[in-house]
């Protein structure tokens, strides 16, 4: 079975998440609560092992919850 695949931007949105999500001292379960998903996605979205991803609307929810703006999320330049 082949691993799923994440683009380049995919990751990127991924790691800047986990990075304040750490910084902010959330645990997966706690987003996951917050955002109300399951206490298992947050941890699929940030393994490459799964094809769980985080959607637009996401990133606005995690931006309310982390108190900034969805653009932290993005590169400055595309890919």
Same mark, same amino acid.
């Given at each position: ?18 990075? &304040?999500?750490? &910084?902010?001292?959330?645990?997966? /379960?706690?987003? /996951? ?18 094809? /769980? &991803? ?8 995690? /931006? &309310? ?15």
């Amino acid at each position: 079975m082949s691993k799923p695949s994440t683009s380049k931007i995919e990751q990127y949105i991924i790691d800047k998440i986990r990075e &304040k999500r750490l &910084k902010l001292n959330i645990s997966q /379960a706690e987003l /996951a609560r917050q955002l109300d998903v399951s206490e298992g996605f947050i941890g699929n979205v940030e393994s490459p092992n799964y094809r /769980a &991803k985080y959607n637009i609307n996401h990133l606005n929810a995690i /931006a &309310k919850i982390f108190k900034c703006s969805p653009r932290e999320f993005l590169p400055k330049e595309p890919f």
